[in-house]
């Protein structure tokens, strides 16, 4: 795709995020890996009013665009393209239930098969830091290097994949884990989890499994 086809992207996006209830008001951002650096979403601006214009590009050392400015997490977003060669969109939002999560500074667990989703065991949990910080940008950093799907503790979800499709299904499919898991812990602390062998054994199957977009 061009730049005009992937800022367009970026936005359809963000505004169904908001559709499926992941997200609200202007909290949240998006991006996609572009020519060398990324397009983000700009900061402080509600999804309804941007244009293709309105994205920002970033290049690989942070530069953005003279008279624009990125979200102000676009660092945890190039953290995310540094370490995930692997991974080409990346979308973060505040989602209920992963919030909530992410509050009690909590690890989702493998309580249902689909945690697989996320290409590991679990949907971890990563420190505290300020928005917009290097040092968020750093613990996004170890915590992508494990998974496709990360809580932010006290902030929200981050989900990473190869294109924004199906990085939007993974924040939707972590946000429903989320949701079983905080009705689970309202019930008892001693929730029941599949082992590892069994979540290595879904991996497997989980090469032909999901959103099937072509790249």
């Not at 996004?140 to 006290?154: D, E, P, R, T």
Request: proline share 4%; aromatic share 8%; hydrophobic share 40%.
């Amino acid at each position: 795709m061009n730049r005009k086809q992937l800022s367009r992207e970026i936005i359809d996006t963000c505004l169904e995020m908001t559709r499926l209830g992941l997200n609200q008001g202007t909290a949240g951002n998006v991006s996609v890996r572009y020519n060398g650096g990324m397009l983000i979403t700009p900061t402080g601006t509600p999804y309804d009013l941007m244009t293709e214009d309105s994205i920002v590009y970033v290049d690989a050392d942070g530069h953005y665009e003279a008279g624009k400015l990125p979200s102000s997490e676009w660092r945890f977003h190039h953290a995310v393209y540094e370490v995930r060669p692997d991974l080409d969109a990346v979308v973060h939002n505040h989602s209920i239930n992963c919030s909530a999560v992410s509050i009690l500074g909590k690890d989702i667990p493998a309580i249902h098969y689909m945690i697989a989703v996320s290409g590991t065991n679990r949907i971890p949990c990563v420190p505290y830091a300020t928005f917009g910080t290097p040092k968020l940008a750093e613990y996004v950093q170890q915590g992508i290097s494990q998974s496709k799907a990360i809580l932010l503790q006290h902030h929200g979800l981050i989900a990473a994949e190869k294109n924004l499709k199906k990085a939007l299904w993974l924040a939707h499919e972590v946000e429903v884990l989320a949701t079983w898991y905080m009705r689970l812990l309202s019930i008892t602390d001693n929730v029941p989890v599949l082992s590892d062998d069994e979540i290595q054994v879904v991996l497997g199957k989980f090469s032909t499994y999901g959103l099937r977009i072509e790249e």
